[in-house]
């Protein structure tokens, strides 16, 4: 079973559009994270809910939206998407907040 | 200066070599602290986790946190070479944020 999934694996746009990601854990954890992690491998952290609040919200620009339906899902949408958007995108769960994290396997999007 | 620093590496050793990977940080806060392995194209897997200073083993792999110091370090020993990845260091204090190291890059040659 997967513990922390994303959808979709892959995603390839035109600068402009407004996409989805999705993601869901299975781990009954109650804090979630999106990270950003660019061509260097660098891990940034975006957003963080807990028990669906939002606790961290990183200089993140506000084209991005996350949503948490309920605290085994979070959700990040993405509007006027830019060349800059272009990187792979971690969700993350934790049992606790500021405990040791679980992540997805990535969505890599890339904006044209 | 960043909260969290990392030789990126490449680290090139050869089969059954130890490895050790290491992390120095600036913030006295941060009490908790991890280490996750990437493969490419992966998302991170969470290798060790550790609170406070002292040592952690777990097989091959042996955490340590020296506080005093703000430096952690992650050994490997007889490395394979499927423990070839970008090995990720993670910190965090008495919050929900992470900082994560830019990671190091490790070849382990058969």
């Known amino acids: 079973d997967t513990a922390v999934s994303q959808t979709p694996k892959y995603l390839v746009t035109q600068m402009g559009n407004d996409k989805s990601i999705k993601c869901e854990q299975n781990l009954g954890h109650d804090t979630m994270y999106w990270y950003k992690q660019d061509s260097k491998k660098f891990l940034k952290i975006m957003f963080s809910y807990n028990n669906k609040e939002l606790i961290i919200n990183e200089t993140v620009p506000n084209r991005f939206s996350p949503k948490s339906p309920d605290k085994a899902h979070l959700n990040l949408h993405i509007n006027s998407l830019e060349l800059g958007d272009s990187a792979v995108y971690f969700c993350?769960?934790?049992?606790?907040?500021?405990?040791?994290?679980?992540f997805g396997p990535g969505t890599r999007l890339t904006v044209t | 200066q960043k909260e969290v620093e990392q030789d990126p590496g490449p680290l090139s050793v050869p089969e059954g070599a130890i490895v050790s990977l290491n992390c120095t940080y600036s913030n006295s806060a941060f009490q908790y602290f991890m280490w996750y392995r990437q493969y490419s194209r992966k998302g991170p897997e969470l290798l060790m986790y550790?609170?406070?200073?002292g040592n952690k083993e777990d097989g091959r792999f042996t955490a340590q946190v020296d506080k005093s110091s703000k430096y952690i370090s992650l050994f490997i020993r007889d490395s394979q070479p499927s423990d070839s990845a970008t090995y990720l260091c993670?910190?965090?204090?008495?919050?929900?944020?992470?900082?994560f190291g830019s990671g190091t890059k490790l070849n382990v040659k058969p």
């Open positions: 993670a910190m965090s204090g008495n919050f929900n944020k992470f900082y």
């Open positions: 550790t609170y406070s200073s």
């Open positions: 993350a769960s934790s049992p606790l907040a500021g405990r040791e994290q679980y």
